[in-house]
């Protein structure tokens, strides 16, 4: 479709697209994909880049270790990673497919059923064959399970004949293709006719009529408007409130969760690895509001964590360290600046379950024949809770403007505490799946 547009002192876009998505994370990818495999004219506008996937130190830094992009810090200086480039945070995350909440998503309208039967028929769901779990997390299981948890291998989105035992790139994104990102889902939109531009920053929605008609974006350092029939902000739980601040809704942004965790760890003389997949295995405590799971990191992240913890004696020990997250779900709280900064305090119940779980994780490492067990200092997970159902959001994740849609980890409406990708992926069907319905 072609249409002209206006040019106010800027390069503005002539075409039109039938749908923009801001953001490729699993929100955003998934809700293009699906878009554009029913020939919607789809167009992605993507902060980062799209360098290859090397798994290595470098392009993780790139991508996600820069201060104020990929690397956030919270008041009480809580490090927070997210992804900035094509995928978002699934490049680097650790492919848990944690079964989506489908009944508190229902509670507030929202019946993911038929996506989550879709995504487990499509996606590769399934705990780690036996050689693909590291001696780091095997050991951790065994104790835990002798100490009477119910600690199992978990569900992981993951390629397995693709997958490597003694790798230790998982976390700076596998580049052997083993871990799903949304990475795929945009090449395959892009393969279906979807465009993407990556470097392209958006800044605010462009709103016409009492609608939204586009967005305005800075790329290469030139500030552009593109115009489009419907606009999906899958920005992330930092980024989608930040544009619609900027876009006339001031009440958002506000008492957010970001699922805070600490690695807690402890050295053994009888294993040397310190190369597996994390998060391999674990138990969700939820009367007690958190999740243990096993957590091997790459030596740098290890000497990182270490540092910043000032424990220095800890830095050599990363091939003969256990660790285990205790990830805990948070009381909702805090602010996201017009900029994008995160402002949030961890509430005394907060702390209290991260201490409980230190405990309890203190007591499996022991048994598991660690000593010098200590822990990280907290760092936050995943943003989420800043654009809610119910809130801000109808049913089918629209704003109170007309044509502007959220898909991502902001639309989540309670304290959450669990891995969200799983549950991304069914909103960004079913949002795809509404907008097809409607815009025939
Ligand atoms: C180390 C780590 C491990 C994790 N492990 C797991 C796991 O095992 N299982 C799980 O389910 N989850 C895990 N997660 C969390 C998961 O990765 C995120 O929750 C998920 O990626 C969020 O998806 P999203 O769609 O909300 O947005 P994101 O993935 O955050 O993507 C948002 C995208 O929008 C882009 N963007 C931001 N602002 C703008 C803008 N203004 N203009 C244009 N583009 C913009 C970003 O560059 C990014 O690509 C992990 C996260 C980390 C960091």
Redesign the pocket.
């Given at each position: 479709m072609e249409k002209k547009g206006k040019t106010i002192g800027m390069e503005t876009q002539s075409r039109e697209f039938d749908v923009i998505v801001?953001?490729?994370?699993?929100?955003?990818?998934t809700t293009a994909r699906e878009l554009s495999r029913k020939n919607r004219k789809v167009l992605l506008?993507?902060?980062?880049g799209k360098s290859p996937i090397r798994g290595n130190l470098v392009s993780y830094a790139l991508q996600?270790g820069i201060p104020g992009k990929g690397l956030l810090f919270t008041s009480e200086l809580l490090g927070m990673?997210?992804?900035?480039?094509?995928?978002?945070?699934?490049v680097?995350?650790?492919?848990?497919?944690?079964d989506p909440p489908a009944e508190m998503f229902k509670r507030y309208g929202v019946d993911i059923s038929r996506e989550i039967e879709e995504i487990r028929d499509e996606l590769p769901i399934a705990p780690l064959a036996d050689h693909l779990v590291g001696p780091m997390s095997e050991r951790i299981m065994e104790s835990a399970q002798a100490l009477g948890y119910s600690w199992r291998k978990l569900p992981?989105?993951v390629y397995q004949e693709r997958c490597r035992p003694d790798c230790p790139r998982c976390?700076y994104g596998c580049p052997y293709g083993a871990k799903w990102s949304?990475r795929m889902y945009v090449d395959e939109a892009v393969s279906n006719g979807a465009e993407i531009r990556n470097h392209?920053?958006?800044?605010k929605v462009l709103v016409s009529g009492g609608k939204a008609v586009g967005v305005e974006?800075v790329r290469h350092g030139v500030r552009r408007r593109v115009h489009g029939e419907k606009v999906v902000l899958?920005?992330?739980?930092?980024?989608?409130p930040?544009?619609l601040r900027a876009s006339g809704f001031p009440g958002v942004g506000y008492d957010y969760f970001f699922d805070p965790l600490i690695a807690v760890m402890g050295v053994v003389d009888d294993i040397r690895g310190g190369k597996e997949f994390?998060?391999s295995a674990g138990v969700h405590m939820e009367d007690e509001g958190y999740l243990m799971t096993d957590m091997t990191i790459p030596a740098m992240l290890h000497v990182t964590l270490n540092a910043w913890a000032l424990r220095f004696d800890s830095l050599h020990t990363h091939a003969n360290t256990l660790q285990i997250m205790i990830k805990a779900k948070d009381s909702l709280g805090g602010r996201i600046t017009d900029s994008?900064g995160v402002r949030k305090k961890l509430a005394e119940t907060d702390k209290k379950k991260l201490a409980k779980g230190y405990e309890r994780a203190r007591e499996i490492l022991a048994r598991a024949g660690a000593r010098s067990i200590h822990k990280s200092r907290p760092i936050a997970?995943?943003p989420?809770g800043t654009v809610k159902i119910g809130e801000f959001l109808d049913a089918d994740l629209k704003t109170g403007l007309d044509n502007l849609y959220v898909?991502?980890?902001?639309v989540i409406p309670e304290a959450w505490g669990?891995?969200?990708?799983?549950?991304?992926i069914a909103l960004?069907k079913r949002l795809a799946r509404r907008l097809t319905e409607v815009h025939r």
């Amino acid at each position: 479709m072609e249409k002209k547009g206006k040019t106010i002192g800027m390069e503005t876009q002539s075409r039109e697209f039938d749908v923009i998505v801001v953001g490729t994370g699993p929100g955003g990818a998934t809700t293009a994909r699906e878009l554009s495999r029913k020939n919607r004219k789809v167009l992605l506008l993507e902060w980062g880049g799209k360098s290859p996937i090397r798994g290595n130190l470098v392009s993780y830094a790139l991508q996600a270790g820069i201060p104020g992009k990929g690397l956030l810090f919270t008041s009480e200086l809580l490090g927070m990673v997210r992804g900035i480039a094509t995928g978002g945070g699934s490049v680097f995350y650790y492919g848990t497919a944690f079964d989506p909440p489908a009944e508190m998503f229902k509670r507030y309208g929202v019946d993911i059923s038929r996506e989550i039967e879709e995504i487990r028929d499509e996606l590769p769901i399934a705990p780690l064959a036996d050689h693909l779990v590291g001696p780091m997390s095997e050991r951790i299981m065994e104790s835990a399970q002798a100490l009477g948890y119910s600690w199992r291998k978990l569900p992981k989105f993951v390629y397995q004949e693709r997958c490597r035992p003694d790798c230790p790139r998982c976390n700076y994104g596998c580049p052997y293709g083993a871990k799903w990102s949304a990475r795929m889902y945009v090449d395959e939109a892009v393969s279906n006719g979807a465009e993407i531009r990556n470097h392209s920053k958006v800044t605010k929605v462009l709103v016409s009529g009492g609608k939204a008609v586009g967005v305005e974006y800075v790329r290469h350092g030139v500030r552009r408007r593109v115009h489009g029939e419907k606009v999906v902000l899958s920005a992330g739980g930092v980024g989608t409130p930040a544009i619609l601040r900027a876009s006339g809704f001031p009440g958002v942004g506000y008492d957010y969760f970001f699922d805070p965790l600490i690695a807690v760890m402890g050295v053994v003389d009888d294993i040397r690895g310190g190369k597996e997949f994390p998060m391999s295995a674990g138990v969700h405590m939820e009367d007690e509001g958190y999740l243990m799971t096993d957590m091997t990191i790459p030596a740098m992240l290890h000497v990182t964590l270490n540092a910043w913890a000032l424990r220095f004696d800890s830095l050599h020990t990363h091939a003969n360290t256990l660790q285990i997250m205790i990830k805990a779900k948070d009381s909702l709280g805090g602010r996201i600046t017009d900029s994008g900064g995160v402002r949030k305090k961890l509430a005394e119940t907060d702390k209290k379950k991260l201490a409980k779980g230190y405990e309890r994780a203190r007591e499996i490492l022991a048994r598991a024949g660690a000593r010098s067990i200590h822990k990280s200092r907290p760092i936050a997970a995943h943003p989420g809770g800043t654009v809610k159902i119910g809130e801000f959001l109808d049913a089918d994740l629209k704003t109170g403007l007309d044509n502007l849609y959220v898909c991502d980890c902001s639309v989540i409406p309670e304290a959450w505490g669990l891995p969200p990708t799983f549950s991304l992926i069914a909103l960004g069907k079913r949002l795809a799946r509404r907008l097809t319905e409607v815009h025939r």
